[in-house]
């Protein structure tokens, strides 16, 4: 399925609820069929979750809920092996949300004041213009 008209399977499942899931399960079973057989028993493990979250939930939106908390599940394994990843390829990883101060000829042992000592003159920062807007909470609350 290369084109998805949303509006065509929203009339769908609003005509024949039933119709829609029979016409879903084809879709998948299509694209189950269409994988690597390698990796076609993981996705199929994958839809078996998912159909049974689905069966369990007490409403469209608990299972909306719960197959959304399966893929940040899924993604967070995939964030950790990417991380092993770039770990074992950089002899000196960056950890996340960090600075790095760079300079030619450092070995990152010297004090900050050491590195400031070895910038050119001109590369100094210019003094600052922006200007400071006061915030003020309108006291409303927020969505």
Partial sequence: MTHFDFKEWADLYQVDPAAFELRREAVLADY???VDESRRKLLEHTLF???MTRERAKSPLQAAMEASNLMWES???LREEV????STLNTNPMKTNS???VSGGTT???SPAALASELPVEHESPTPTGKVIAFKASGKRAH
């Fill in 108 to 110: 990152g042992n010297q």
């Fill in 75 to 77: 993604f967070g394994k």
């Fill in 32 to 34: 189950v069929a269409s």
């Fill in 99 to 101: 600075l790095r101060l």
């Fill in 49 to 51: 979750r998912i159909r």
């Fill in 83 to 86: 991380g092993k990843l770039e």
